[in-house]
């Protein structure tokens, strides 16, 4: 229940952020106003004792977040996502937050399989290990299945998690009110909207299950990605606090000497977790949104074998369109018509100035397209474009946040592996590949088709609807709003039979 009881979590929180030192950073990447600074530090300094010290070794926010536990850890991790909130520099900031905590012991995490599998572990798994990793949500052991004697990763949830993170979450929800109310310039923000979206994330993650799913989907979308790989997942072994994925061994994407020392061709892997993800944004529309190294894996045989599906992104296919041709324009350093895209898409009011928007684009452009070839960054382009757009009238669109986030992930890792690495001849082929197939004549012809297919549901109900416009047009009647509704279900008809014979001629010529 939000309420006041939640003051006192909110009092132990504001006093841990004063205390290390984050309320100041804080406020200043979010440029909060002068007066609500003065109030909310007056407020929690003299109570300062009350908060945790945490470990001096750590940044500030990263120190308080860690200090106050996973659900704050969590919430940081998400706020990273969201550069449009708190700000670039503090959501590089906490790019780095180590999502690592002691492990819970293993008689628990038995008991817990034992509890969501409704078997004994003996006729589930033999040589049940102590955790191998342990992050604020769950831990992983090692074992091997008895059905096939395969391997095996065991995800399990920490005991209590859910409970933990619904009060924080519930006390998350009172602050972005309290905020909200206090602070009207705030309000810009969107704070409860923020807590919103960091509580579907943390409930997608608290339901192994949606996990699971989301490996299983993303192992189908890529099982054809030469040199990528995605575990699999035992369904019969995974429930809503379990989840259990093929073993696969490998080396960490961080672990450049290791890599070097099997021989693996960094240049070669730097290039490959780039163009995967593209591939997977653009062609599939559901990609790995946590693509960071300790995600990644170099297989024996040189693959990048992708974990943790937690956090994926999502694009619709017009989405992915935009996204493309915004991509391709600034490639091909077409300023006019990467401008025109965002009015297009509706991404920019129209009551904005094309030619004003296209010249602040070539600003954004130009001087990271002068760079050195190594130096030439795709995330820092996209940074500054969500700056530039917003200054145009742009609204926040989350599914865009979310995929420039990312984009800065996998090009840190790219980079990485190969330092000079040139990011856009890299992803110029995918890019190119997913115009030629998607916008032209042939999209074009596809997209007929798939329209026709939709209309043709519908076929049994023209009839009548052209009745009910002719009927209608034959009753006088002195409102208006029928007769523009006959006309409306006359254009459909219309169109509709238009669209179905176009269809079926491009069906025909396609086929």
Do not use: C
Not at 96 to 109: G, I
Not at 304 to 318: P, R, S, T, V
Not at 412 to 431: F, Q
Request: proline content about 5%; glycine content about 6%.
């Amino acid at each position: 229940m939000r309420g006041p009881h939640n003051i006192w979590r909110l009092i132990r929180t504001g006093a841990t952020m004063e205390r290390t030192g984050a309320m100041k950073v804080a406020m200043d990447a979010m440029e909060a106003p002068r007066a609500f600074r003065i109030l909310a530090r007056t407020i929690v300094w003299p109570i300062q004792w009350l908060g945790i010290k945490g470990d001096p070794e750590q940044p500030p926010v990263t120190r308080a977040l860690t200090a106050l536990g996973p659900a704050y850890i969590k919430f940081g991790q998400v706020l990273s996502t969201r550069p449009d909130v708190v700000g670039t520099e503090l959501a590089q900031q906490l790019r780095v937050l180590q999502d690592e905590l002691p492990p819970f012991p293993r008689d628990r995490a038995i008991k817990t399989i034992e509890a969501e599998l409704g078997k004994p572990i003996a006729e589930l798994f033999t040589d049940f290990s102590e955790p191998v990793a342990a992050a604020s949500i769950a831990q992983v052991h090692k074992a091997k299945s008895v059905h096939d004697g395969r391997d095996v990763a065991v995800k399990v949830l920490r005991p209590g998690i859910e409970r933990a993170f619904h009060k924080d979450i519930d006390a998350f929800y009172f602050a972005a009110w309290m905020i909200e109310h206090l602070s009207p310039s705030s309000r810009r923000l969107h704070p409860q909207e923020v807590i919103a979206h960091f509580e579907g994330v943390v409930n997608g993650e608290l339901d192994l299950r949606l996990e699971s799913a989301s490996a299983s989907e993303f192992r189908a979308n890529t099982q054809n990605d030469a040199g990528f790989s995605v575990p699999a997942v035992d369904w019969k072994m995974s429930a809503r606090r379990v989840m259990t994925l093929e073993w696969v061994d490998g080396i960490s994407a961080s672990d450049t000497k290791k890599i070097d020392a099997a021989h693996h061709d960094r240049a070669a892997l730097g290039q490959r977790v780039l163009q995967m993800f593209l591939s997977h944004a653009l062609r599939d529309g559901f990609f790995h949104a946590d693509m960071h190294h300790g995600n990644l894996k170099i297989a024996p045989n040189g693959d990048i074998i992708a974990l943790d599906f937690g956090i994926m992104g999502a694009l619709d296919a017009y989405t992915r369109r935009v996204y493309a041709e915004i991509l391709f324009g600034f490639i091909q350093q077409d300023y006019r018509r990467v401008a025109e895209v965002h009015f297009e898409a509706g991404y920019v009011p129209a009551d904005q100035d094309v030619d004003a928007f296209a010249r602040a684009l070539r600003a954004v452009g130009d001087p990271i397209f002068g760079m050195d070839a190594d130096h030439i960054s795709m995330a820092r382009l996209l940074s500054y474009l969500f700056e530039v757009t917003e200054r145009f009238g742009m609204e926040t669109r989350t599914e865009l946040i979310l995929l420039q986030r990312t984009m800065v992930v996998v090009e840190g890792v790219a980079r990485s592996l190969d330092p000079h690495i040139n990011i856009w001849e890299v992803a110029k082929p995918i890019v190119e590949s997913y115009i030629k197939d998607n916008i032209g004549p042939k999209a074009l012809a596809r997209d007929l088709v798939s329209t026709a297919r939709v209309l043709s549901r519908f076929g049994p109900r023209l009839p009548k609807l052209a009745e009910a416009m002719l009927t209608a047009q034959n009753t006088p009647t002195p409102a208006t709003k029928p007769q523009s509704a006959a006309k409306s279900a006359f254009w459909l008809a219309l169109g509709g039979g238009v669209a179905a014979t176009l269809g079926a001629l491009v069906a025909l010529t396609l086929g």
